[in-house]
């Protein structure tokens, strides 16, 4: 699967003209991939869209640093070298709780300890008393499958569920609701199938240790029954 036979006419095997069997489907594709793509990124946090470490310096004087435009929500932050910490999400109303003020009503300047974010910054409870180096990592939104882009790990790893996003989209432009393996509420629950799927799969594949707890009690063969 890629975005080239996916946008292909309807006699092209494997193209969503031809998952609908609708020759003038052609044309509306690549809106109809944009939805769906951005239809399973609003509901899938898995660890093929984790950042590598993106590191930086906070500036002094200031309690907020800019999130990376293709950010869908932290994952970590952490102050590096000498002043290494490692700092919690908080609600932004614990964050604001936290403000503190000298003599002169001027916000302390200090490490900060705790964090949240909004529609363009991470916010800090503490205005940086100095240049601390840094460390995050995000989700991000991974670049749209188009002609110069045209696999993703979506492609790749998951394409029947990209398939039933795109049906789901594609059964609506076509007003294909109510009729039959075409209705949108058939490839709707589909696709929370397979994004559930996917997630547990993702969250298995992050477990580092299994510790006591993460099991409970033992199934045959002594193998562990995992509470979820």
């Given at each position: 699967m890629?975005?080239?036979t996916?946008?292909?006419?309807?006699n092209?095997?494997?193209?969503l003209?031809?998952?609908?069997?609708?020759?003038?489907?052609?044309?509306a594709?690549?809106?109809?991939?944009?939805e769906?793509?951005?239809?399973?990124?609003?509901?899938?946090r898995?660890?093929r869209?984790?950042?590598?470490?993106?590191?930086?310096t906070?500036?002094?004087?200031n309690?907020?640093?800019?999130?990376?435009v293709?950010?869908l929500?932290?994952?970590?932050?952490?102050l590096?070298?000498l002043?290494?910490?490692w700092?919690?999400?908080?609600?932004?109303?614990e964050v604001?709780?936290r403000?503190?003020?000298?003599?002169?009503g001027?916000?302390?300047?200090?490490?900060?300890?705790?964090y949240?974010?909004n529609q363009?910054?991470?916010?800090?409870?503490s205005?940086?008393?100095q240049?601390?180096?840094?460390a995050?990592?995000?989700y991000q939104?991974?670049p749209?499958?188009?002609?110069s882009?045209?696999?993703?790990f979506?492609?790749?790893?998951y394409?029947?569920m990209?398939?039933c996003?795109?049906?789901?989209?594609?059964?609506e432009?076509?007003?294909?609701?109510?009729v039959?393996?075409?209705?949108?509420?058939y490839w709707?629950?589909?696709?929370?199938?397979?994004?559930?799927?996917?997630?547990a799969?993702?969250?298995?594949?992050?477990?580092?240790?299994?510790?006591?707890?993460?099991?409970?009690g033992?199934g045959?063969?002594?193998?562990p029954?995992?509470?979820?």
């Open positions: 890629d975005y080239v996916l946008t292909a006419p309807k092209t095997p494997g193209s003209a031809d998952f609908l069997n609708n020759s003038t489907l052609t044309a594709a690549p809106f109809i991939i944009k769906a793509e951005s239809e399973i990124y609003r509901r899938l898995h660890w869209m984790l950042t590598s470490p993106v590191t930086g906070l500036t002094v004087g309690d907020f640093i800019p999130l990376p293709d950010c929500e932290p994952s970590i932050f952490m590096t070298g002043q290494q910490s700092l919690d999400q908080k609600p932004i109303e604001m709780r403000w503190s003020y000298d003599d002169a001027n916000r302390t300047q200090q490490q900060p300890v705790v949240s974010f363009t910054n991470l916010v800090f409870d205005v940086a008393d240049a601390y180096p840094y995050l990592v995000y939104q991974p749209a499958l188009s002609a882009n045209p696999t993703n979506l492609t790749d790893v394409p029947r990209l398939r996003a795109m049906m789901m989209q594609a059964t432009w076509a007003k294909d609701s109510g039959g393996q075409f209705d949108r509420t709707m629950q589909l696709l929370i199938e397979q994004i559930a799927t996917a997630q799969e993702s969250d298995r594949a992050r477990r580092a240790v299994i510790s006591g707890e993460a099991f409970i033992g045959s063969g002594g193998a029954v995992y509470s979820w």
